[in-house]
């Protein structure tokens, strides 16, 4: 069985790093905990696991700090997370199954990163992560922000996923890391340029991260997955900015590139619903439930909108089209997914009473 030390950078983490630790204690054999500057508790939950802890002056590089933090592993394999992230039971089990049978020669094990959940806990926005790596062959981090771990050799995709629960978050702090790279004369990449965009969006900085998307869109090398992501943000800038026309024909780009998506079928429903003409509205939901969802992709994918959603919407669009058997068919298949959900149980307790009344006349 091979060993594995967990790598962690922190900042005032006391709401989430319990929670992390805990989850996580019985399937590695140390802990190494980097602190950049806490001044609340952090230290003293991260004293309750481990003695390994060590300190990082923050120096706007978040690569650094985790480079740091490998460099204090012992153990043949490192798991890198945030203190905000953590491993459900199930996964938990599926990990420790892993480590008992991990075969040495693997590079690295590839797990989910779910990204967000919807109301009854169910992931609806996940990505692929390399997420646990060989120690010996010294995988390094790079980009100062929204930082990357290059990985190369023999890679294995797993259905182990880490949860992701964002309880605090710094934008602006972000944006600042990138205007001082500007000011230094640092030429971004094309990655890191998409990432910056989305921190300007995130700061409402909308025609300007216009401006970087249509670059990254119009490059001929770029890759195919990012300039989707920049035709669906920048539809994003656009609806912020009330341009609807332009919103429209960005998620219409994305057709260039790609075979139709969920996702941004799903987007482009909405934009019509969102102008009350629900039979086009309709046309795009149903077009996306008859989509073949891509296997194995490394970039982020929202399960929503290839599971629940479209039927939750065309519920909400077949009752406003006065299709009261269509809207409870769809809203069936919707609580398929949700049995709980409280919304979906009131769509199907009020259109059994429509139903049963018009069926009485």
């Known amino acids: 069985m091979v060993t594995i030390s967990l790598c962690l950078i922190v900042k005032n983490e006391e709401q989430v790093l319990e929670r992390c630790l805990h989850s996580v204690k019985e399937v590695v054999d140390e802990i190494i905990i980097v602190d950049t500057g806490s001044t609340d508790h952090t230290l003293e939950i991260a004293a309750r696991y481990t003695d390994r802890i060590y300190h990082f002056d923050w120096i706007d590089d978040f690569s650094a700090a985790r480079n740091y933090s490998f460099s204090h592993a012992t153990k043949e394999y490192i798991l890198w997370l945030d203190a905000d992230d953590w491993l459900q039971p199930a996964d938990l089990e599926k990990f420790k199954a892993l480590k008992q049978n991990l075969d040495p020669t693997v590079d690295s094990i590839c797990m989910d990163y779910y990204i967000s959940f919807d109301p009854l806990g169910k992931p609806t926005t996940v990505v692929k992560r390399n997420r646990l790596v060989k120690r010996s062959k010294h995988f390094q981090w790079r980009d100062p922000v929204h930082e990357v771990l290059e990985v190369t050799g023999n890679i294995v995709l797993s259905d182990i996923?880490?949860?992701h629960d964002r309880v605090h978050a710094d934008s602006g702090r972000n944006l600042r890391i990138y205007e001082n790279l500007f000011a230094k004369g640092v030429t971004l990449s094309r990655r890191q340029l998409l990432h910056y965009a989305m921190e300007l969006s995130a700061n409402g900085y909308y025609k300007k991260a216009i401006e970087i998307y249509e670059t990254i869109i119009c490059d001929p090398t770029g890759y195919?997955?990012?300039?989707?992501?920049?035709c669906d943000r920048m539809a994003h800038c656009y609806h912020?900015?009330?341009q609807k026309?332009?919103?429209l024909q960005s998620l219409l780009r994305t057709f260039h590139f790609d075979v139709p998506r969920a996702e941004y079928v799903c987007r482009i429903a909405y934009y019509f619903q969102e102008l009350n003409d629900f039979e086009k509205a309709v046309?795009?939901?149903e077009l996306a439930l008859k989509l073949d969802k891509p296997g194995n992709r490394l970039y982020s994918v929202n399960q929503a909108a290839w599971t629940w959603f479209p039927h939750l919407q065309l519920t909400f669009c077949y009752?406003?089209?006065?299709?009261?058997?269509?809207a409870y068919e769809h809203n069936e298949r919707a609580l398929a997914y949700a049995p709980d959900d409280p919304d979906i149980l009131y769509n199907k307790q009020l259109l059994e009473e429509k139903l049963g009344r018009k069926k009485q006349r």
Not at 224 to 230: M, N, Q, T, V
């Open 161 to 163: 996923a880490v949860s």
């Open 224 to 230: 195919y997955e990012e300039k989707l992501d920049a």
């Open 240 to 242: 912020e900015l009330g």
């Open 245 to 247: 026309e332009q919103e």
């Open 283 to 285: 046309h795009w939901y």
């Open 319 to 326: 009752g406003k089209l006065g299709q009261l058997e269509k």
